[in-house]
């Protein structure tokens, strides 16, 4: 068994960009299954194309995907998507709130895949909603309208979905810009949970304050990877300064575990 099949995600050399920009260069990290990593950068570093890369929306044909390979659990991004082998909670919802669709609706989403071409919903589909809801406190809010709920209600929700999903590996773009302090504690809770299960959890932040307490590992991006290791070896003043540069030296901090600063 070779090095990489020990690895839930794999990305070799991985270079990428857009007409007159590059986003990526020469990137390459391992993530270790069933652990936190966060992928900490300054907005502009990388991450989102990072995050697209592994999704399987960075092309070839279109320029996008310039060199490099990402393997998920062995396998492409995109079949790894089909399979189910990864979920993702977005930054942004995007949902349009007026659309009668409740909590409980929302969260079953996730599990589409599972459900084949006709969508309908079995048993072991429900119950699955059933333990997500309840793992993010949305039991007694699940017949609500999701866009009456407020925004860390919202992003606890689709944290849900992803859960529903049972996906090995979950991709998470800011989970906690613009939730409150309490909603950020319980997904926090809910991520450890969830990797002490054996689910691998990406997180993309450029927030530090409470990284520390909530990862395991820390990857530290600017266009190239600059450091990747356990969090106590990689989150150091001068690594920070790196990655950060002038932003980390006007107040970034890494205190304990808590709201985003």
């Known amino acids: 068994m070779t090095e990489s099949q020990h690895d839930a995600v794999v990305v070799e ?23 936190i990593t966060a992928l900490l950068g300054a907005n502009g570093s990388g991450k989102s194309t990072l995050f697209a890369a592994l999704l399987g929306m960075l092309g070839k044909q279109s320029g996008a995907l310039r060199s490099g390979a990402v393997r998920i659990f062995g396998t492409a991004p995109g079949q790894a998507r089909k399979q189910n ?6 930054q942004h919802d995007h949902i349009d709130t007026t659309f009668p669709i409740t909590v409980e609706q929302t969260v079953l989403t996730g599990r589409y895949g599972h459900m084949g071409f006709t969508r309908r919903a ?13 793992q993010v406190g949305l039991s007694q809010l699940r017949s609500r309208s999701i866009g009456a709920l407020s925004g860390g209600q919202r992003k606890r929700a689709f944290v849900a979905r992803s859960i529903a999903q049972g996906a090995p590996l979950m991709l998470l773009d800011e989970p906690f810009a613009g939730v409150d302090r309490g909603s ?17 959890v990406l997180i993309s932040t450029h927030h530090l304050e409470g990284v520390a307490a909530l990862a395991d590992d820390v990857v530290l991006l600017h266009r190239r990877v600059l450091a990747a290791g356990p969090a106590e070896d990689v989150l150091t003043p001068q690594q920070l300064s790196a990655a950060f540069g002038s932003v980390f030296s006007a107040g970034f901090s890494n205190p304990g575990p808590g709201g985003n600063p």
């Open 13 to 35: 050399s991985l270079t990428a960009g857009y007409p007159g920009v590059t986003a990526l260069e020469e990137v390459s990290l391992r993530l270790r299954p069933a652990r």
């Open 85 to 90: 082998l990864v979920s993702f909670v977005p």
């Open 122 to 134: 079995r048993p072991e589909d429900h119950r699955a909603v059933d333990r997500a809801l309840e």
């Open 184 to 200: 950020e504690e319980l997904i926090s809770t809910v991520l450890k949970d969830l990797a002490a299960a054996g689910t691998t």
